[in-house]
C-alpha cells in the first residue's frame, strides 16, 4: 500500500461538471497539500492543510474548494473548471517536525474539455 | 522569499557518463533542499534532502548533492548514467517548518534524456 494515494488518475470533465479529486495518506502525518502542476511550470502549491486546518490559499480560484475532513484524508472538488485547468494535481503530506519531507502520491490527470 | 533556479530544462548524457544537473537557490533564512525525480504519469519521489547536516548528501540510486553556502548552489550528480535514469528531476527549497508544515519551492525541473 502506497503511503499517499490519490483517486481517480485520470479524469475528463466538461467545463460545466461536478467533480472531486480524492487524497489519503496512511503514513500518520498531520499536513496535506494541493498542487498544481502544468507543462513548463514550477509546481504551484494551491492549499496547505494542517491538522485538518486550512493554513495556506495560494490565490486560487473559487472553482477550486478544498476540503480536509480529517487528516489523512484530503479532497479538491471541482466545479465550472476551464480548459486551462488542464494539468497534473498532486498531493502531498509531510510531518511538522525538522529534517522531514513531502511525500507525493501519483497525482490526477485532468482534462477539461 | 525563496526561490529555486534550475538551468537546463533539458540535459543529455550518454549511457555511463557523468550526470550533473544545476540548481541554485534563494533565501532568506538557512534553508532545507531537496531534489526529487518524476517518472512518466507518477508524482514525485525524494532523492536525496541537505537538512544541515554534512554538506555532501547522498540519495538513492547512486545520485548525491553537495550544499555550497557560498555559491548558493545545490547541485545534482550521478557519476555513471543508467537508462533507468531517465526522468524529470527537480529542485527544491523550503523553510524551516513552521506551526507543523513547511512551504516548499520548486524548480521549473530538468528533463534528463540517456542515450545509449
Known amino acids: 500500500e502506497t503511503g499517499v494515494t490519490q483517486t481517480p488518475r485520470h479524469l475528463v470533465m466538461g467545463m460545466t461538471n461536478k467533480k472531486s479529486l480524492k487524497c489519503e495518506q496512511h503514513?500518520?502525518?498531520?499536513?496535506m497539500y494541493w498542487y498544481k502542476q502544468s507543462a513548463k511550470k514550477p509546481l504551484e502549491l494551491m492549499f496547505v492543510?494542517?491538522?485538518?486546518?486550512?493554513?495556506e490559499n495560494n490565490s486560487v480560484p473559487s472553482r477550486f474548494s478544498p476540503e480536509c475532513p480529517n487528516s489523512s484524508h484530503l479532497f479538491l472538488h471541482l466545479h465550472t473548471l476551464q480548459p486551462e485547468d488542464s494539468a497534473l494535481y498532486l498531493c502531498?503530506?509531510?510531518?511538522?517536525?525538522?529534517?522531514?519531507?513531502?511525500?507525493f502520491g501519483q497525482g490526477t490527470r485532468l482534462t477539461v474539455v | 522569499a525563496q526561490s529555486v533556479t534550475q538551468l537546463g530544462s533539458h540535459v543529455s548524457v550518454s549511457e555511463g557518463a557523468l550526470v550533473l544537473l544545476r540548481c541554485n537557490y534563494s533565501?532568506?533564512?538557512?534553508?532545507?533542499l531537496f531534489w526529487y525525480v518524476q517518472y512518466p504519469n507518477q508524482g514525485l519521489q525524494l532523492l536525496l534532502k541537505?537538512?544541515?547536516?554534512?554538506?555532501l548528501v547522498k540519495g538513492i540510486n547512486g545520485f548525491e548533492a553537495e550544499f555550497k553556502k557560498s555559491e548558493t548552489s545545490f547541485h545534482l550528480t550521478k557519476p555513471s548514467a543508467h537508462m533507468s535514469d531517465a526522468a524529470e528531476y527537480f529542485c527544491?527549497?523550503?523553510?524551516?517548518?513552521?506551526?507543523?508544515?513547511?512551504?516548499?519551492?520548486f524548480g521549473i525541473g530538468t528533463k534528463l534524456q540517456v542515450i545509449p
Open positions: 502531498a503530506s509531510s510531518q511538522g517536525r525538522q529534517n522531514t519531507e513531502a511525500f
Open positions: 503514513l500518520g502525518h498531520n499536513a
Open positions: 492543510y494542517n491538522f485538518k486546518e486550512q493554513t
Open positions: 533565501s532568506s533564512v538557512p534553508p532545507y
Open positions: 541537505y537538512t544541515s547536516a554534512a554538506t
Open positions: 527544491a527549497v523550503s523553510d524551516r517548518p513552521s506551526g507543523g508544515y513547511q512551504k516548499v519551492t
